[in-house]
């Protein structure tokens, strides 16, 4: 089955820098790649996702890039604030529709 | 964005008693519904994948005689976790689709304590 695997597992910037969490997959059939930012005691929140037919996707301060060659995709946050601060998670769909996640990104903005 | 909830948030149960979660799409019909178990500070570890009106399929090492998933229509699935024992106490958060490569919706997700 799918393997997802995430870097770092921690990270910490200052207010204003830039963010950058990668993953990896194993099954070169995934096609759906989305990212979820989860708050303290709060549900999974979808906040950007790329199909394997694009190669980056852009939304504001978010952008997400996948090589599909190299089965690894990164997100990344511009102009980070202290609001950006949570859990995000990587995940992919693989061969048999299954949604597998990462192990996650604790993200720390210092203001 | 579409709702899915999920009820209860809170259980305590006496360990070998069975508990029912549910899992719905209000607004929306949920061709595919997963089941998570997320412990303190990880990942979301996948359970079961459930398609309406088909058997659920088991991820590798999840008992599915203990964890009993039902998707019988497009807007409700249960997980219901069987004769449960103090480790079984877990956070359970429910995720609801509408198609293969479309955004994934989750509930708010029930914290389980097995007593």
């Known amino acids: 089955g799918e393997n997802v695997e995430q870097h770092p597992s921690t990270l910490s910037v200052q207010e204003g820098d830039s963010a950058v969490i990668k993953c990896t997959y194993s099954?070169?059939?995934?096609?759906?790649f989305p990212w979820y930012k989860q708050e303290l005691g709060k549900r999974p929140q979808l906040i950007i996702d790329i199909r394997s037919n694009v190669g980056e996707k852009k939304d504001q301060r978010i952008a997400v890039t996948l090589n599909k060659t190299a089965k690894h995709f990164s997100l990344h946050i511009t102009e980070t604030q202290p609001e950006d601060s949570a859990v995000y998670f990587c995940?992919?769909?693989?061969?048999?529709?299954?949604?597998?996640f990462g192990a996650g990104t604790q993200v720390v903005v210092t203001p | 964005g579409a709702v899915v909830s999920q009820h209860p948030s809170r259980v305590i149960c006496k360990s070998g008693t069975s508990v029912k979660i549910e899992c719905r799409s209000l607004d929306f019909q949920a061709t595919t519904m997963f089941w998570y178990r997320q412990f303190p500070k990880q990942s979301l570890m996948l359970m079961a994948t459930?398609?309406?009106?088909?058997?659920?399929?088991?991820e590798q090492g999840v008992e599915k005689d203990k964890f009993l998933i039902n998707h019988a229509s497009l807007t409700l699935s249960t997980l219901t976790v069987t004769s449960a024992h103090p480790e079984d106490s877990s956070f359970y958060i429910c995720?609801?689709?509408?198609?293969?490569?479309?955004?994934?919706?989750f509930g708010q997700g029930t914290r389980l304590t097995v007593v």
């Open positions: 459930s398609n309406e009106g088909s058997k659920a399929t088991y």
């Open positions: 995720s609801a689709r509408a198609g293969r490569n479309t955004e994934a919706f």
């Open positions: 995940a992919a769909t693989d061969s048999w529709g299954k949604l597998q």
């Open positions: 099954d070169s059939a995934s096609n759906y």
